[in-house]
């Protein structure tokens, strides 16, 4: 029996208004990759990448998207993507881009780089808090980008369960 290789892409949805990704779920991501791999590679594309394709995770607060393909078709995947322009959920189309940030080959890697990207994201917006308490709150934010066991490279529980469940 041969394991199958899978690729992982980590992307983040950037929209004009941060009051649209709350609309967003996996089905209207997944879909609206589906059609830009079918627009730019047609038939083929299609047919190549979207066999084993699922949309993993998507965090609607922080726009965060972790999308699972076959190894051998995640530069058709790739290239796609800059042609998204918009995501229709729930009957309204919303103007948006994906930019990918990362690429990896397990979900481990990708939870010990998300930990990493969040942890420089809060700091980034520690500067720009207007008054103490909400200082208090990112730094408390940064304190907790580990996992239980005290490892500073861990993540969330949502990651781990699929984790297993991928095995």
């Known amino acids: 029996m041969v394991r199958v290789k899978r690729r992982y892409l ?12 709350l609309q967003l779920d996996d089905r209207a991501v997944a879909t609206a990759v589906r059609a830009a791999v ?10 190549h990448c979207l066999i084993g394709f699922s949309v ?5 607060h922080t726009g965060m998207v972790f999308l699972r393909f076959p190894k051998s078709c995640y530069k058709l995947l790739w290239s796609a993507l800059p042609f998204i322009t918009s995501i229709e959920a729930r009957g309204k189309k919303i103007p948006c881009f994906l930019n990918c940030v990362h690429v990896g080959g397990t979900i481990r890697t990708f939870q010990k780089f998300l930990i990493r990207y ?15 308490e909400e ?6 934010a940064i304190l907790q980008c580990n996992l239980p066991g005290g490892k500073k490279e861990a993540s ?6 699929e984790e297993d469940e991928e095995e």
């Open 10 to 21: 980590l992307c983040e949805v950037n929209v004009s208004k941060r009051s649209d990704l």
């Open 38 to 47: 079918a627009l730019t590679h047609g038939d083929y594309g299609a047919a």
């Open 56 to 60: 993993k995770y998507l965090n609607a």
């Open 118 to 132: 969040n942890t420089q994201q809060l700091h980034r917006m520690l500067p720009k808090c207007k008054d103490e």
């Open 135 to 140: 200082k208090q709150q990112v730094r408390e």
């Open 156 to 161: 969330e529980d949502e990651l781990e369960s």
